[in-house]
């Protein structure tokens, strides 16, 4: 953020994301419908997600109305965002892709079909559009100005059908799920800087 104040970028080409603070979230992974899942990679962490499995439902057409993971935050971390203004290159990329991956499995095993919805920022919206190859729906009511963006079954299915972006990946609780399986650096580099929403 100081640098971006240095050399006088202009707000409005500032990552959406920078009021976020993680540290105000983790309360909220002591619910048991809430879940914190990060890429921790060379000692440090990439990247950090927190689903919901309660109070949000499909607004498709085919499973309207059922339970589904909705993705309260997503975000890779600082150094991995791309700033042009700065000529700050990513450290790693498919941060995003590997937590969105992660998502759709928890959908699988939840017993929701892969079900996943999320409100994005705009600058995170052709990542989920073209990327993830998510259904957008026009602003409305509750997600204030923000889109919507849901995996169809069919969709998430080809999603996890794609190439895998696999790393280190640990619950936010604390305890490891999962063990190393190769590093960001050398996976598929396709995806701009992701944010799902904002928020305090």
Same mark, same amino acid.
């Given at each position: ?118 409100? &994005?920022?705009? $600058? @995170?919206? %052709? !990542? ?7 259904? /957008?729906?026009?602003?409305?009511? *509750? #997600? ?7 995996? &169809?079954?069919? $969709? @998430?299915? %080809? !999603? ?7 790393? /280190?990946?640990?619950?936010?609780? *604390? #305890? ?25």
């Amino acid at each position: 953020m100081a640098e971006l104040s240095r050399k006088g970028v202009a707000r409005r080409s500032w990552p959406e994301s920078l009021h976020w603070d993680w540290s105000r979230k983790a309360p909220e992974l002591e619910l048991l419908a809430t879940r914190g899942i990060g890429i921790f990679c060379e000692q440090d962490w990439q990247g950090a997600m927190m689903t919901r499995t309660v109070v949000h439902y499909s607004r498709l057409d085919d499973d309207s109305g059922k339970p589904l993971v909705y993705i309260d935050f997503l975000e890779a971390a600082p150094w991995n965002w791309p700033i042009a203004p700065i000529n700050q290159q990513r450290r790693f990329k498919g941060v995003g892709v590997m937590l969105m991956r992660e998502a759709v499995k928890q959908s699988v095993g939840e017993g929701f079909h892969g079900r996943v919805g999320l409100h &994005a920022l705009p $600058q @995170a919206e %052709r !990542f989920y559009r073209e990327v993830c190859g998510m259904t /957008a729906f026009e602003p409305g009511p *509750g #997600g204030g100005p923000l889109v919507y963006f849901e995996f &169809a079954r069919a $969709q @998430a299915k %080809r !999603f996890l059908g794609g190439d895998a972006h696999e790393g /280190a990946r640990k619950d936010l609780r *604390g #305890g490891t799920r999962g063990h190393p399986r190769g590093n960001p650096r050398g996976n598929p580099r396709e995806n701009p800087r992701e944010n799902p929403r904002g928020g305090s």
